[in-house]
């Protein structure tokens, strides 16, 4: 990993080449952040912060179609354990990004 990182080949990683990789990791991370935020509000038709279990199940049916209806229910299940019928943004975040 250093050779990547060493970009002038000097042996060493000065801070500059530090930033540089830094800097390229946080904007893949805000960009998948955004397409999450995204892809939340597509699916929070009443803008409320919240998306009902049932706009989950849909969203999952029609784009996560490798996975099966027994699936689709236990994803649901572990974003919503309370059934409350609601997931907020943080929880689709960690059920997205394992």
Known sequence: ???????????E??????L????SVNEGRTSNM?????AFRSLDKNI???ISTSELQDFLKHFA??????????????????????????TFFDL???
Do not use: C, Q, S, W
């Open 48 to 50: 409320t912060d919240l």
């Open 65 to 90: 179609k490798k996975l099966d209806r027994k699936d689709r229910k236990k994803l649901i299940r572990e974003a919503d354990p309370d059934e409350y019928g609601e997931i907020d943004y943080l």
């Open 20 to 23: 540089k990789v830094i800097v």
């Open 34 to 38: 955004a397409k999450l935020i995204n």
């Open 1 to 11: 990993m250093l050779p990547d990182l060493d970009v002038n080949h000097d042996g």
């Open 13 to 18: 990683v000065d801070f500059n080449e530090f």
């Open 96 to 98: 997205i990004v394992p």
